[in-house]
């Protein structure tokens, strides 16, 4: 019965990811946690992640824009390995409250910048990079940050959720090779990541029958709620 709960939240978490491009992490993580611990859950999410957004660079690999997806690694990948280091070092809550700070006040700027016709070039996303992977190193989930730096490049859509999940294969695979040289990895973690991951998938093309029918107003409104719902969720974290 608890595997089956898993698959079952694992399908409408990898829906939601399908739609807004994250979220998946934020609903697997706490269950992951009671059932298997700590320890185990966060190779588990990693393995999950990974299939999760390959599933979306699958159903939306006609639209997916390689040269962004590019300029971001470059930069974005070291750097999240170095904040993984980092996250050790820095006070418990500071990340989360800095975090949830930052995505609140993404949502006035980004209606703001829509208006001036303000979108990052391939060189901004490079240069964003490196510092917002460093970031991205002291969470568990990529997404709330990449998603509105690839808006701001302007894609939308497939685009969006095609571009960012190719992005964030980098990520996720960099964390289970991590994983994996550390010896983190035993069979059980492996086969219980590959099948969460596989239920991620599954909801990654669900998403996408949901993104087809969606206005590309609606689709925003959506990124909106997202950010409102990750700086929220992270400043109660700071909080606690």
């Not at 829509?114 to 391939?122: E, G, N, Q, V, Y």
């Not at 685009?159 to 964030?168: N, P």
């Not at 973690?189 to 949901?210: C, E, P």
């Not at 929220?232 to 700071?238: E, G, P």
């Amino acid at each position: 019965m608890e595997y089956a709960f898993v698959l079952v939240l694992g399908l409408f978490a990898g829906t939601l990811g399908g739609v807004v491009g994250t979220g998946s992490s934020l609903v697997l993580m706490p269950v992951l946690v009671v059932m298997f611990g700590p320890r185990e859950a966060v190779p588990i999410m990693a393995i999950a992640a990974l299939l999760g957004n390959l599933g979306r660079v699958v159903a939306w690999w006609d639209a997916i824009r390689w040269k962004a997806c590019a300029a971001w690694c470059a930069t974005a990948v070291p750097g999240a390995m170095l904040g993984a280091r980092l996250l050790l070092a820095i006070p418990p809550g500071a990340a989360e409250l800095a975090l949830g700070v930052f995505f609140l006040a993404l949502i006035p700027l980004r209606h703001w910048l829509a208006r001036r016709d303000f979108t990052l070039s391939l060189a901004h996303l490079a240069l964003l990079g490196g510092p917002l992977g460093l970031v991205t190193g002291l969470v568990v989930s990529t997404g709330p940050l990449t998603v509105p730096l690839f808006a701001f490049h302007g894609l939308g859509q497939g685009a969006l959720l095609g571009t960012e999940a190719a992005a964030s294969i980098g990520m996720y695979g960099a964390k289970v090779g991590t994983f994996g040289a550390l010896d983190a990895l035993p069979r059980d973690v492996v086969w219980q990541g590959l099948l969460v991951g596989t239920t991620l998938m599954a909801g990654s093309f669900i998403g996408r029958r949901i993104v087809l029918a969606l206005t590309p107003g609606a689709f925003r409104l959506l990124v909106d709620a997202l950010m409102l719902c990750s700086g929220l969720a992270l400043l109660w974290a700071a909080w606690r």
